[in-house]
């Protein structure tokens, strides 16, 4: 993470041309397999792309690492519920990957209202010699068939075929915020505003409601629910963060349904720094476990924090993302910015965070050196094999030549989705309709 070694190479960039960019080509979800073999991003426009990482070659050692396009496939359709008079949007919002059983990939993806199963897989061979159908396919009269033969498989060229195999509709009253599949790999849970399910992977007509803060009376609603995740080793416990800044932890075995939480993390407000942006920046965008299950990671508007699960009066640490932003919220929430959701990601060993800014900007922080690093996703830099630099941003006084100031930041440009290889610093960064995926210099 030093200055001298954070001159991290792009390894390859997924550029649609901007001329012809679109809402729908929009990436709303990014997400790594357990391998790290595969990469998967969801759109706007309900169309999920998967790339595979090339397999090294004798002759051109560094060509591994790079991702190319697997499958691509359309997840969701738009819908429209008639008995609403309510238009459902085809957006994905988000993609799980399925641990990796056999030679096929599954994946979960989810719109608004509908998670689906779909499961990718290779063909390259195909049968020939039916005994009751001709080569092109047509039924042969039994009365013609003299002889039995054996049918045989031909090679033919590689095809992906991405299938639906399971699709988990009509429980959700309200918008789907996550997923997260289970680590018993038989279950998974989906979550919307007020409620989380909890399904079966094999079963599509039912599912049980898990925590349900829908109160008798809406008008007396506070918080709503914004993302939540089971732990990676504990099939029993799962955490859900809310719009009012605070985690709950819950255990399954205590109750079948669990609205009262055993844990609950949340910071106490500092009253000096109390506003009236206060309640809107602490609501928590995103929370995630780390992959020990020791600790957890959330993010609000200005910061990331991390937790330990053994110790809910305060945060273990917090990272400042963008605290130049903090005099300017009130423009941000003139246009709406305020409300944008970004997402956080552990790397594989827990000692990194990384999470988005605006103007294509993406913050990291070494747990153990304290360092932190502002990196930019942008075509300019978007080279094969060129090297980021270190951005910064000033706020106030003299503008060094190598800084931008805080007033010529682009809020449009925002990066939400990041994720991170789960062994490899390889990370992927969604700005747009572009992905990015930068790795560490290979020496």
């Not at 790290?36 to 426009?45: I, N, R, S």
């Not at 599509?204 to 732990?231: C, Q």
Request: with cysteine; proline share 4%.
């Amino acid at each position: 993470m030093e200055e001298e070694s954070d001159s991290r190479k792009i390894n390859n960039s997924f550029l649609r041309d901007h001329n012809y960019a679109t809402e729908a080509d929009i990436i709303s979800t990014v997400e790594f397999n357990s391998t790290g073999e595969l990469l998967a991003t969801g759109d706007k426009g309900g169309r999920v792309v998967v790339f595979q990482r090339e397999q090294e070659s004798k002759n051109q050692p560094h060509r591994r690492g790079e991702y190319n396009v697997y499958s691509t496939f359309q997840s969701h359709e738009p819908e429209f519920d008639y008995l609403k008079s309510l238009e459902i949007e085809e957006k994905i919002n988000k993609i799980r990957w399925l641990p990796q059983q056999n030679a096929a990939y599954f994946l979960l993806s989810t719109n608004d209202k509908t998670v689906k199963l779909w499961k990718i897989s290779e063909r390259d061979k195909r049968p020939e010699g039916y005994n009751l159908k001709d080569e092109d396919g047509r039924i042969r009269d039994p009365a013609t068939i003299t002889s039995l033969r054996v049918p045989v498989l031909q090679p033919m060229d590689l095809m992906v075929e991405a299938m639906p195999r399971r699709v988990f509709s009509n429980a959700h009253t309200y918008h789907i915020n996550s997923i997260s599949v289970n680590s018993d790999y038989e279950t998974f849970m989906s979550t919307d505003d007020l409620r989380i399910n909890l399904w079966n992977l094999e079963i599509t007509n039912r599912s049980f409601n898990i925590v349900d803060i829908k109160p008798a009376n809406m008008e007396e609603l506070t918080e709503v629910i914004t993302a939540a995740e089971f732990h990676p080793h504990q099939c029993n416990t799962l955490v859900y963060s809310s719009s009012k800044g605070s985690i709950r932890l819950c255990d399954m075995r205590a109750a079948a349904l669990c609205d009262n939480h055993s844990k609950f993390f949340e910071e106490p407000e500092d009253p000096s720094n109390r506003s009236f942006f206060s309640e809107i920046i602490s609501s928590i965008s995103d929370v995630k476990f780390s992959h020990s299950g020791r600790y957890l990671m959330t993010r609000d508007y200005l910061t990331v924090k991390v937790w330990d699960l053994n110790m809910e009066s305060k945060p273990l640490e917090t990272y400042q993302v963008h605290d130049y932003l903090r005099s300017k919220l009130c423009s941000l929430y003139e246009n709406d910015c305020i409300f944008d959701k970004f997402e956080c990601v552990w790397n594989g060993s827990d000692s990194v965070i990384m999470t988005g800014s605006y103007n294509n900007f993406f913050r990291m922080f070494d747990r153990n050196t304290k360092r932190d690093v502002t990196l930019e996703a942008s075509r300019e830099n978007s080279k094969p094999r060129a090297i980021l630099k270190p951005r910064k941003v000033c706020v106030g006084g003299k503008r060094r030549k190598d800084e931008i100031s805080v007033d010529s930041l682009d809020f449009s440009k925002k990066i939400l989705h990041t994720a991170w290889h789960p062994s490899e610093n390889i990370i992927a960064v969604a700005a747009t309709n572009n992905l990015y995926i930068f790795q560490d210099k290979v020496n």
